[in-house]
C-alpha cells in the first residue's frame, strides 16, 4: 500500500516566477519579445549561410548548426514558461517533464561538442592554415555533426532510462522554471546514485572534456597570434575567432554557474536568473555576436537586402 502511494505523483507543478500580477506581464512581455527576436536572429543566420557562396565554409556550417540549437533550446523552454508566468505557475506531467529536460540536454551536448569542434576550427585554420582545406573537408565536418546530435541522444538516453524507473512521491511542486534533473532528485523517493553516477560520468565527458580541448586549442591559437609579426597580422588572425571565444565564455559560464560550481548560499532567485541566461538569452545572443564581430554575414547581410531592394524597384 506505501509502494502504491509513493506513485501516485504523475505532475509535476512548476512555480516559476512568484510575484505580482504586473511583474509577471512585464516578465512575459520580455520573453515573447525575446523569443521572437531569436527564432528571427538564428533563423537569418541559417538562410544566410544556406543561400550565400562566400559563407560555404566549415566555420559558418557550424555556426548555422548552433543558430539550429538555439531555436530547438529557446522553443524547448519558452512556450510552456510563457504560459506558467500568465497562470502564476504551472502543471506538467512527469512524461512531459522528463521529454523537456531530454530535448534540453540533448542540445546542451550538443552545443557542448560543436564549440569544441569550432575550437578545432579555428585552431587549424591559424595554427596549420596550409593543412585547413585537407583537414576540415565538407565530409568530415557533416560527419561530425552528425555524430555529436546522435552522441547527444544516446547519452540522455541514461538519464531517461534511470528517472523513468524512479518512484515520485510529493510534495510535487518545484520552484525553478522548467524541468533539470534537479527537478527529478527533489521529487524522488528512490535512490538517487545512478543519476548521480551518470551526471558525474556525462559532466566529464561533455563538459570538462570538451572545456580541456577548447582551453588547448586557444592556448596554441593564442601563442601563435602573438608570434606574428605585424599588428595588422595579430588583429585580424584574433578577429577570426574572437565572436566564437564570446559565445564559448558566455554558455560555459552559465552553464558552469548552474551546474558545477556549488550552489550552497545562492538564492533560488540567481539560480533561475542564471537558467534563463543559458536557456534563453544566449540563444538571442549568439547571432547578434556573429553579425555584428562578422565582416562576412554583415557583407552577406548587406548584398541580401540590396537584392530584396532590387526585386521591389
Known amino acids: 500500500m506505501q509502494e502504491n502511494n509513493l506513485t501516485v505523483v504523475t505532475e509535476l507543478f512548476l512555480l516559476g516566477f512568484?510575484?505580482?500580477?504586473?511583474?509577471?506581464?512585464?516578465?512575459?512581455c520580455l520573453l515573447l519579445v525575446v523569443y521572437c527576436g531569436t527564432i528571427c536572429g538564428n533563423l537569418l543566420i541559417i538562410t544566410l549561410v544556406s543561400t550565400s557562396k562566400t559563407l560555404h565554409t566549415p566555420m559558418y556550417f557550424f555556426i548555422s548548426q548552433l543558430s539550429i540549437s538555439d531555436i530547438l533550446v529557446i522553443s524547448d523552454i519558452v512556450p510552456n514558461?510563457?504560459?506558467?508566468?500568465?497562470?502564476?505557475?504551472?502543471?506538467?506531467?512527469?512524461?512531459?517533464?522528463?521529454?523537456?529536460?531530454?530535448?534540453?540536454?540533448?542540445?546542451?551536448?550538443?552545443?557542448?561538442?560543436?564549440?569544441?569542434m569550432m575550437s578545432y576550427d579555428r585552431y587549424v585554420a591559424i595554427c596549420n592554415p596550409l593543412r585547413y582545406t585537407s583537414v576540415m573537408t565538407g565530409v568530415y565536418c557533416v560527419a561530425l555533426t552528425i555524430i555529436f546530435w546522435m552522441s547527444g541522444s544516446c547519452f540522455n538516453l541514461i538519464y531517461v532510462i534511470t528517472v523513468k524507473n524512479m518512484i515520485f512521491c510529493g510534495p510535487p511542486i518545484t520552484d525553478h522554471l522548467f524541468c533539470d534533473i534537479n527537478s527529478f532528485v527533489e521529487l524522488s523517493c528512490s535512490d538517487t546514485f545512478i543519476v548521480d553516477l551518470a551526471t558525474y560520468l556525462i559532466g566529464i565527458l561533455c563538459v570538462l572534456i570538451p572545456t580541456a580541448i577548447i582551453v588547448a586549442s586557444y592556448t596554441y591559437i593564442i601563442v601563435t597570434i602573438l608570434r606574428i609579426p605585424s599588428s595588422t597580422g595579430r588583429h585580424k588572425a584574433f578577429s577570426t575567432c574572437s565572436s566564437h571565444l564570446i559565445v564559448?565564455?558566455?554558455?560555459?559560464?552559465?552553464?558552469?554557474?548552474?551546474?558545477?560550481?556549488?550552489?550552497?548560499?545562492?538564492?533560488?532567485?540567481?539560480?533561475?536568473?542564471?537558467?534563463?541566461?543559458?536557456?534563453?538569452?544566449t540563444p538571442l545572443v549568439n547571432p547578434i555576436i556573429f553579425s555584428l564581430r562578422n565582416k562576412d554575414i554583415k557583407k552577406a547581410i548587406q548584398v541580401a537586402v540590396h537584392k530584396i531592394h532590387c526585386g521591389y524597384i
Open 18 to 28: 512568484q510575484g505580482s500580477q504586473y511583474f509577471r506581464i512585464h516578465l512575459f
Open 81 to 116: 514558461l510563457l504560459h506558467i508566468l500568465l497562470n502564476n505557475g504551472g502543471a506538467i506531467t512527469i512524461a512531459g517533464c522528463i521529454t523537456q529536460f531530454y530535448v534540453l540536454s540533448t542540445l546542451e551536448i550538443f552545443e557542448c561538442f560543436l564549440l569544441t
Open 248 to 281: 564559448v565564455s558566455i554558455f560555459y559560464w552559465t552553464i558552469f554557474s548552474v551546474y558545477i560550481v556549488p550552489t550552497k548560499g545562492q538564492t533560488l532567485t540567481i539560480s533561475k536568473i542564471l537558467s534563463l541566461l543559458y536557456t534563453v538569452f
